[in-house]
């Protein structure tokens, strides 16, 4: 690999969080993302930014890992229910966004513990389509319906 290379590489590595960040709050106020995927990518930014969360930021490498997975796992169901292309469209790093995100979120999660992670994902669901990048990745679950209590007639 060359030295022009790696350096691109380790300027993308670095500017990760920070670019996502920034794409974030691009995608806040494009009129075509949904009013629910930007609650949900507003949260996920206010989260990267406090310093109080599961994974305290102080820790370095591992405090990161949190912000980046959840911000991960924001912008994959963003672009499951919106075009991918609008967030390529506002994407300032390097390489493709949407495949980027799908490695984040993939090596984040082998980081994390596992209850950790299920906390993180409580409402999103894989679709099976994460190895190949091209359908969508997660899906809300549908709620779970509550018991019927059965009344009989007697």
Not at 96 to 120: Q, Y
């Amino acid at each position: 690999m060359s030295d022009s290379m790696l350096k691109a590489r380790m300027k993308n590595l670095l500017l990760l969080i920070p670019n996502l960040v920034m794409l974030c709050g691009k995608l806040m106020v494009d009129p075509r993302v949904p009013t629910k995927e930007r609650m949900l990518v507003a949260g996920a930014i206010v989260y990267a930014l406090l310093p109080v969360d599961f994974i305290p930021d102080m820790l370095p490498f591992v405090g990161q890992i949190d912000d980046a997975y959840l911000i991960a796992l924001s912008l994959l169901r963003l672009t499951t229910v919106a075009n991918p292309n609008v967030v390529r469209e506002h994407w300032r790093g390097g390489g493709d966004v949407v495949e980027l995100i799908g490695a984040t979120a993939t090596i984040a999660a082998k980081f994390l513990p596992k209850r950790l992670r299920r906390v993180l994902t409580a409402h999103v669901e894989s679709t099976g389509a994460a190895k190949s990048l091209k359908g969508p990745l997660l899906v809300e679950r549908a709620p779970r319906a509550e018991p019927r209590s059965q009344n009989r007639a007697q």
